[in-house]
């Protein structure tokens, strides 16, 4: 089993950026990032498989996020830009292998601890 350390969450105002981080113990094929908010269920936010190449988002942040790895770091990050309040949560870094349902949280393998991102009007 990976493990895995994120860092780089904060408080940001709306519209600002933050880059989030995961520093895995091993290699995954398949990385993600997940979020959970007070009250709600963990959800996909993004993954990537392999070297890269291959991401995919969920809806509600496509064309704000960017998730990306260094396989020689074995670290993926994630890049959040225009950030609104709804964005926020506990994000989790999560890895398995392959990404079929990447989003279904039973796949999962490892979760990170959690990185807390909070965003203010």
């Known amino acids: 089993q990976v493990q895995l350390v994120e860092s780089g969450g904060g408080s940001v105002q709306t519209g600002g950026s933050l880059k989030l981080s995961c520093a895995a113990s091993g290699y995954r094929s398949c990385m993600a990032w997940f979020r959970q908010a007070p009250g709600k269920e963990r959800e996909g936010v993004a993954a990537i498989l392999g070297a890269g190449d291959s991401t995919t988002y969920s809806d509600s942040v496509k064309g704000r996020f960017t998730i990306s790895r260094d396989n020689a770091k074995n670290t993926v990050y994630l890049e959040m830009n225009n950030l609104q309040p709804e964005d926020t949560a506990m994000y989790y870094c999560?890895?398995?292998?392959?990404?079929?349902?990447?989003?279904?949280?039973?796949?999962?393998?490892?979760w990170g601890q959690g990185t807390q991102v909070t965003v203010f009007l």
């Open positions: 999560a890895a398995r292998s392959g990404c079929y349902m990447w989003s279904d949280v039973r796949f999962i393998s490892s």
